[in-house]
T-cell receptor
Framework: GAGVSQSPSNKVTEKGKDVELRCDPI?????LYWYRQSLGQGLEFLIY????????KSGLPSDRFSAERTGGSVSTLTIQRTQQEDSAVYLC????????????????FGAGSRLTVL | AQKITQTQPGMFVQEKEAVTLDCTYD???????LFWYKQPSSGEMIFLIY??????QNATEGRYSLNFQKARKSANLVISASQLGDSAMYFC?????????????FGGGTRVLVKP
């Protein structure tokens, strides 16, 4: 698609329930990132997928968080047994990594999924 | 580990004046990239400008310029001729090389409010 698409845009759930957040990156982008942004705060790195390499999961805050990327395209972030502190905006971003200057590959962000855990 | 620091949580600027947003970083990678993003109240993340660690000249994009001082490990953003629409959160970010896993790390942000 033309941009990074995330769904749902808003999700309200009860404490203890599982949620799935979806990200559809820009076609052809091999890198995909998930970040979490709490109200008024900066972006907290969660996980990074690059092509067929093993994902960098170093930012996942607990084993309740997991993510997968199927077929090198769509990604799903799953939060099990949600807690109130999981309430945040979850941002997905993708980038192309084929340029001669790899550091210049700009991330394009989706609009985010706002999660509220009651 | 790489780290990005933005020491100014918020600042006011008069319309039409210039403003400088501070950003310092720490990395052991010799090759890295520095980015600035703008996040208006709508929440979208908008890419502004990029500086590579080996770039000889400071990056410029319209009213945005990056004051890159490699020895000091600083990458300050300068916005010239501020406009009301510049009111937003601004994030500095760094992507390191292989040692850092190529991930993009963000600073805590600076909130800018442009006064008419």
């Amino acid at each position: 698609g033309a941009g990074v698409s995330q769904s749902p845009s808003n999700k309200v759930t009860e404490k203890g329930k599982d949620v799935e957040l979806r990200c559809d990156p820009i076609s052809g982008h091999t890198a995909l990132y998930w970040y979490r942004q709490s109200l008024g705060q900066g972006l907290e790195f969660l996980i990074y997928f690059q092509g067929n390499s093993a994902p960098d999961k170093s930012g996942l805050p607990s084993d309740r968080f997991s993510a997968e990327r199927t077929g090198g395209s769509v990604s799903t972030l799953t939060i099990q047994r949600t807690q109130q502190e999981d309430s945040a905006v979850y941002l997905c971003a993708s980038s192309f990594t084929g340029q001669a200057r790899p550091g210049a590959n700009v991330l394009t962000f989706g609009a985010g999924s706002r999660l509220t855990v009651l | 580990a790489q780290k990005i620091t933005q020491t100014q949580p918020g600042m006011f600027v008069q319309e039409k004046e210039a403003v400088t947003l501070d950003c310092t970083y720490d990395t052991s990678d010799p090759s890295y990239g520095l980015f600035w993003y703008k996040q208006p109240s709508s929440g979208e993340m908008i890419f502004l400008i990029y500086q590579g660690s080996y770039d000889q000249q400071n990056a410029t994009e319209g009213r945005y310029s990056l004051n890159f001082q490699k020895a000091r490990k600083s990458a300050n953003l300068v916005i010239s001729a501020s406009q009301l629409g510049d009111s937003a959160m601004y994030f500095c970010a760094m992507r390191g090389g292989k040692a850092a896993g190529n991930k993009l790390t963000f600073g805590g942000g600076t909130r800018v409010l442009v006064k008419p």
